[in-house]
């Protein structure tokens, strides 16, 4: 195998899918953490005790746990690593696509002190709700590289109309409001990842009836997206629509987790959910909006082309 070869386009493409996963799969594993009671497993940071970095036997499982999520953090570093690396030699690249992933690159250890910071202030429920917005911003910035990828070997789609646009816009609004108030309700439950961590005290009932009423708002605002894409023929109406299923899926979901006493495998497939949410909420604001052209330049190495943005 030639490393110095130029990737192909499946790979490139392989790689943009590769980010978004790892990404999804570590808010998953680090809601295990919280699920399992081991957000204090190593008690402190970013050392896993004072004394070593590694958890050690006394620590039992939730120390393993704990010691495990924060070790997979690196094996994401290097899938994300990978990713930049094929973006960059790719001959279809640009230098605003390169800033991307690089940028997707960089927003993992910021990812990791945040959550640094979380062991420090004991679960803090405020700061664990960063924690899980900032993992959130990253599996939305990789779902944008995945379809920056594939126009540019697929092509892009006509450009959406301009109530299209604008409801796709304000989904995406409300998508964010809907996840910042589901880490609130997090922070007023039950869950909070050590026994000893305080919570945000805020009565649960009224922040999860909150909570249900900005995604009611989200489904609507999604409802009408795909109603106006069908009546104009526009090509994003199957992500719309692809959309409004997660969002009922996810409600479906949140409403079992809720009448259920928070069972721990309904609230994970809930996080998984809102993974998938964050991807397909992005993936419609991004496709119902015309596409950034890229304009191709010839790098020093005469023997490959490669682009950079206009």
Same mark, same amino acid.
Not at 96 to 106: D, F, I, M, P
Not at 129 to 153: D, E, K, P, Q, Y
Not at 241 to 258: K, M, R, S
């Given at each position: ?15 943009? /899918? !590769? ?23 190593? +008690? ?12 050690? +036997? $006394? ?37 605003? *696509? ?6 997707? *690159?960089?927003?993992? &250890? ?9 062991? #420090? ?12 917005? #900032? ?24 450009? !959406? ?14 998508? /964010? ?45 999604? *409802?009408?997206?795909?109603? =106006? ?33 928070? +069972? ?9 959910? %809102?993974? =998938? ?7 419609? #604001?991004?496709?119902?909006? %015309?596409?950034? $052209?890229?304009? &191709?330049?010839?790098?020093?190495? &005469? ?8």
């Amino acid at each position: 195998m030639d490393l110095r070869a130029t990737p192909s386009d499946r790979l490139v493409e392989r790689g943009a /899918w !590769a980010a978004l996963v790892a990404n999804a799969a570590i808010v998953l594993t680090g809601g295990l953490v919280r699920l399992t009671g081991s957000g204090l497993g190593c +008690p402190t940071w970013p050392r896993c005790t004072d004394e070593s970095f590694v958890a050690h +036997p $006394q620590l039992g499982i939730h120390g393993a746990i704990e010691f495990g999520n924060r070790l997979l953090t690196y094996v994401l570093i290097l899938v994300v690593l990978g990713t930049l690396v094929v973006v960059w030699r790719w001959a279809r690249t640009s230098r605003s *696509l390169r800033w991307h992933a690089g940028l997707l *690159l960089a927003g993992i &250890p910021l990812q990791g002190v945040i959550g640094g910071i979380s062991v #420090l202030t004991r679960l803090n429920p405020w700061v664990v709700g960063l924690h899980m917005i #900032l993992s959130m911003v990253l599996v939305s910035a990789s779902a944008w590289l995945v379809l920056r990828v594939r126009r540019l070997t697929r092509g892009a789609g006509a450009r !959406a109309p301009l109530a299209a646009r604008r409801l796709a816009a304000a989904s995406y609004v409300v998508a /964010w409001v809907a996840v910042w108030l589901g880490t609130v309700v997090t922070g007023a439950g039950p869950h909070a990842g050590d026994l000893d961590a305080r919570r945000n005290g805020l009565d649960t009932q009224t922040v999860s009836h909150v909570h249900a009423w900005s995604v009611y708002l989200l489904v609507a605002l999604t *409802l009408a997206t795909v109603v =106006v894409l069908r009546r104009a023929g526009g090509s994003a109406t199957r992500s719309a629509v692809v959309l409004l299923a997660v969002e009922l899926a996810q409600g479906v979901v949140g409403f079992v987790q809720y009448f259920t006493g928070l +069972p721990v495998a309904v609230v994970a497939l809930h996080l998984v959910g %809102a993974c =998938v949410l964050v991807a397909a909420v992005t993936w419609v #604001l991004v496709v119902t909006h %015309a596409p950034q $052209q890229d304009v &191709p330049v010839v790098d020093r190495d &005469p023997g490959r082309r490669v682009g950079a943005s206009a």
